[in-house]
């Protein structure tokens, strides 16, 4: 694993040059990219969301596209359109922005379940079936998207069907102090995304998500996984709990978070400090713990405390 271990130094490095103060963010995001996943970064405007998917795009060379959502968004708006040409008398087909590797939904929460819905079948099978016909996503794939958790006014939540399809929801959060002053000074002259680097190649990064899979769990660590998950459907505040898709979400991650920290195997922190970006977006609360304004952290935290963990005695937080 020191080859990945490596490669995740090269790449958190160069975006720490533009993302500032904002370690576990950018590794949150790496652990994404190399899980084959996506991202839902969650955020008040200005905290950076568009500079990170930026500069992961030109940290491995992939191609970058950004779909600003709007409330009058189609679906093909997204995905592409046929248009019939008059001088081959055929109908060709013009892909949409969603062709990218690096796709940038911004405020995706603006467009209507419709539009957002055009994403779904790209997000989970990496194609887009258009008129009949389907074309397949170029690889690495992947689709960060914002959303502003203050502002609700002309936006629509987002169906859970979308969300289960975000293997990690982040939040930027404001720099502190120190880092604040160090990005007025490194954007006095010239914003850095504008000098910065292809530190990776595509392949590397193909090979290294191919090698996070091989990471070992031991059974009580798979168990110690689907416990939290089942948990989540039982709790008394969770009106839906979370999927299988989410237990293997997790338990990706934790792959991908052994790797960078040079281990070829999981262990219960890993799952652990994972089970927050992993899980709280996928739990539907119910309505009497939505009146009480119940966060859904709080019953990761809960069931975290309660479920016995691999090795011990008694259920550790």
Do not use: W
């Not at 379940?113 to 690495?140: C, F, H, I, N």
């Not at 459907?233 to 999927?243: C, T």
């Amino acid at each position: 694993m020191e080859i990945v271990a490596q490669l995740a130094e090269r790449v958190m490095s160069n975006v720490e040059q533009v993302i500032i103060g904002k370690h576990d963010v950018v590794e949150l995001t790496l652990l994404a990219l190399l899980c084959q996943g996506h991202l839902l970064i969650e955020d008040v405007p200005g905290t950076g969301k568009t500079i990170l998917a930026r500069a992961v795009a030109r940290s491995i060379g992939c191609s970058f596209r950004r779909i600003q959502f709007t409330p009058d968004m189609l679906p093909s708006d997204v995905t592409g359109v046929s248009v019939f040409n008059q001088k081959t008398t055929e109908f060709e087909f013009r892909p949409g922005p969603v062709f990218a590797q690096i796709v940038l939904s911004d405020e995706i929460n603006r467009a209507t379940p419709k539009t957002q819905s055009a994403l779904l079948e790209a997000m989970d099978e990496r194609q887009v079936t258009v008129d009949g016909y389907t074309y397949m996503m170029e690889q690495p794939f992947m689709v960060l998207a914002t959303q502003n958790p203050i502002e609700y006014e002309g936006t629509f939540p987002l169906p859970e069907a979308q969300l289960d399809r975000f293997m990690l929801r982040i939040n930027m959060g404001y720099p502190d102090k120190a880092s604040e002053i160090a990005i007025l000074e490194a954007q006095q002259y010239v914003h850095p995304i504008a000098t910065l680097d292809q530190v990776i190649s595509q392949d590397e990064l193909l090979e290294a998500q191919e090698a996070v899979k091989q990471v070992y769990a031991d059974d009580s660590v798979k168990e110690y996984i689907v416990n939290l998950s089942i948990a989540t459907r039982n709790h008394p505040d969770v009106y839906l709990g979370v999927s299988p898709r989410g237990s293997l979400a997790l338990y990706r991650t934790c792959q991908a978070m052994a790797a960078i920290r040079r281990r070829d195997y999981i262990i219960p922190d890993d799952v652990k400090f994972l089970s927050e970006p992993t899980m709280a977006h996928r739990l539907i609360i119910s309505p009497a713990a939505r009146i009480k304004n119940v966060d859904p952290k709080e019953i990761i935290e809960d069931i975290l405390s309660s479920v016995h963990v691999p090795g011990t005695h008694i259920g550790q937080r």
